[in-house]
């Protein structure tokens, strides 16, 4: 069973604009919930996460939005760069099961310029 | 800086080989897993391990099988590999001060 629902599967957006990937899981024992870029030929590496404690986080031109009760959260990527261009990953983790990350589908980017 | 590096980036394999893909990472860390990552299906675990000699089955663990013997490097085996085998493999391991996982560059593995 996919505990975690990741769309789209795919996006095209053009330089400056903004990009934006859902995610949504079951288990409201989550409580960390970390987004993973991949460029080609590379592992993942983690982005930025969040904690279901707060609504929003922000890095740089990157931002996580988090509804616990709508059990969803979502990457935002303003100013949108070609090197941006990558696979992203969110995910979704219990602290009980350390290190068990529980992944989406992956949406590949790219950005236009 | 965390390096978790996998022994190859390609391989080429025949059906019915028995294949082992190795991961080494220089930071210590307990915690180490190998994921599976298919086009439209993401990463998917396929086993891991928190300490030497223990492992424990992720999700897709039919056909595989692992082993720590140095808590640095752990090991996927496929027992005899088969064509839907063919995929890319990535190897990790977790900082749980951090709450990060740390990738190798993956190994992308053909049977033919």
């Known amino acids: 069973q996919q505990q975690v629902k990741q769309s789209p599967q795919s996006l095209i957006v053009q330089k400056g604009g903004i990009s934006i990937i859902n995610c949504a899981y079951e288990n409201t024992a989550f409580d960390y919930f970390p987004w993973y870029q991949q460029f080609p030929g590379k592992g993942p590496a983690l982005l930025i996460a969040i904690r279901p404690d707060v609504s929003e986080k922000k890095e740089g031109r990157f931002t996580i939005s988090f509804n616990k009760s709508a059990k969803q959260f979502s990457l935002h990527i303003m100013d949108s760069q070609p090197g941006d261009s990558a696979t992203y990953f969110c995910a979704a983790h219990r602290s009980s099961n350390t290190g068990k990350l529980i992944f989406g589908q992956g949406t590949t980017l790219q950005v236009k310029p | 800086d965390v390096k978790v590096t996998q022994s190859s980036r390609y391989l080429v394999k025949r059906t019915g080989e028995k294949v082992f893909l190795e991961c080494v990472q220089d930071m210590d860390h307990e915690n180490m897993f190998w994921y599976r990552q298919d086009p439209g299906l993401g990463l998917r675990l396929i086993y891991f391990?928190?300490?030497?000699?223990?492992?424990e089955k992720g999700d897709i663990p039919e056909g595989y099988s692992v082993s720590r013997e140095k808590k640095e490097r752990f090991s996927l085996i496929l027992e005899s590999a088969s064509t839907n085998q063919t995929s890319m493999y990535l190897c990790a391991s977790w900082q749980a001060v951090n709450t990060e996982a740390f990738f190798g560059q993956g190994t992308r593995l053909t049977v033919v």
């Open positions: 391990s928190y300490d030497v000699k223990m492992k």
